[in-house]
């Protein structure tokens, strides 16, 4: 079993970026596939990126060649890049891992994109 936590939301002007992190607890961290959602108010939690076990990495259209997910084993963490930030990216962003048949969420990280 593992526990997330994320880290890194914020307050950002269009344009601007942001790095959130997702710090996991437990054992056999690096066997998780672990996986980006985000849910804007009044709508449905979306899938955003994942990162497999072997580093394969795989994005919604909607933020293709702007986010990048990666994930350092050694820290137990995975990091979502954003860059380029557009007002539709405003959501509570959570971080989800993935092993044996079972998802582990973390609490989420509210990401504002407004001037």
């Known amino acids: 079993q593992v526990q997330l936590v994320e880290s890194g939301g914020g307050l950002v002007q269009p344009g601007g970026s942001l790095r959130l992190s997702c710090a996991a607890s437990g054992s056999a961290f690096s066997t998780y596939a672990m996986h980006w959602y985000r849910q804007a108010p009044g709508k449905e939690r979306d899938w955003v990126t994942t990162?497999?076990?072997?580093?394969?990495?795989n994005y919604a259209d909607s933020v293709k060649g702007r986010f990048t997910i990666s994930r350092d084993n050694a820290k137990n963490t995975v990091y979502l890049q954003m860059n380029s930030l557009k007002p539709e990216d405003t959501a509570v962003y959570y971080c989800?891992?993935?092993?044996?048949?079972?998802?582990?969420w973390g609490q989420g990280t509210q990401v504002t994109v407004s001037s």
């Open positions: 990162i497999t076990n072997g580093g394969g990495t």
């Open positions: 989800c891992g993935f092993r044996l048949g079972r998802n582990y």
